[in-house]
């Protein structure tokens, strides 16, 4: 068993017994990991407060090479995350964060630039940053980062040039747009406007920052489009996509 020093994102924790926990973490040397946090229950926890969503700490991970689960053993607070006291929205964008890398990400797979990622998007949501601009954004490169970037130049299916219409199809199967003649073999397909496709190009671009805001006629279809193509991604409703922002705008915070 050896003995690793991370630092590490909470995605979740749940009670275990009367007095540990199971907590999930996204590390970045480590990929994501679930590990069992003895004591973390009791009033004199080692572990005080250094466990809670999408808290940042530094841990000490014993990680098992069986199947059975890692041990936490030290987690030492670095920082706290703060949305709860600012507004819903900036909670609910850091719980729907939380959610997507508990489904889109695999046990012990070291994915750094999702972790650089994510401590971006959490430092935005709990600053100043436009939530709904910043979910789309982490969305789309998250997606690039694990292979899944929607499909937004040829033909998903054939490679063939797409026509420059108004409205392009684009099939949530094939997993991007498609052309006249393969969209009649599609399951389902969505219309999309250029603009939008537009957006979604840029939003995955390697290396982009996140945007300061995204356009107030794009954001409705981008969003839509965006969680329809999750959906298919990860083959259920994310619960907190109910939750995501209708409006680029975001309210300032006191
Ligand atoms: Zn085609």
Redesign the pocket.
Known sequence: MAAEQTTAIVLRAIEFSETSLIVTMLTRELGRISAIAKGARRAKSPFEGSLDLLAVCRVVVLCKSSESLDLLTEAKLHRRFRGADRSLERLYGGYYVAEMLRLLLDDHEPHPEVYDLTIGTLQRIDGDGNVAATLAWFDLQLLRLLGHAPGTDR?T????ACPSAARVPFSLEAGGI??N??RTRQRSTLSIRQPVLGQIRQLQRPGLQAPLEIPRDLYGELRLILNRYIQTVVGSVPRMQAFLPMMTKTEPTA
């Open positions: 033909c299916e054939c490679g063939s498609v052309c003649r393969c």
